[in-house]
């Protein structure tokens, strides 16, 4: 079983900067593509980003720009750096993980931290 501890929510002012973390436990072999994720209040939950064990990524229109996730693979970490936030991302936001374990393939989610863009 993989468990993913997502990190770094809170309220910030519009035009900030935040930076989420999550880690990535249990029995893992190797991990694949990591990704975080977002749910608004009433929306459905869309990608925001993802990443390749090898550096490759991609985002959502709605983030060029202005979000960057990187990996650390010794670590089994995935980043998100949030610049220029505005109220329209304010969500919950979730961290993903797909990967091998030792006797099975995972896809794990994290608990949600969430992100509130507010003056």
């Known amino acids: 079983q993989v468990q993913l501890v997502e990190s770094g929510g809170g309220l910030v002012q519009p035009g900030g900067s935040l930076r989420l973390s999550c880690a990535a436990s249990g029995s893992i072999l190797v991990i694949n593509a990591m990704g975080w994720h977002r749910q608004a209040p009433g929306k459905q939950r869309e990608l925001v980003a993802g990443i390749t064990p090898s550096g490759s990524t991609n985002y959502a229109d709605s983030v060029k720009g202005r979000f960057t996730i990187s990996r650390d693979n010794a670590k089994n970490t995935v980043y998100l750096q949030m610049n220029s936030l505005n109220p329209e991302d304010t969500a919950v936001y979730y961290c993903?993980?797909?990967?091998?374990?030792?006797?099975?393939?995972?896809?794990?989610w994290g608990q949600g931290t969430q992100v509130i863009v507010s003056s």
């Open positions: 993903n993980a797909v990967g091998r374990g030792y006797y099975k393939q995972f896809n794990s």
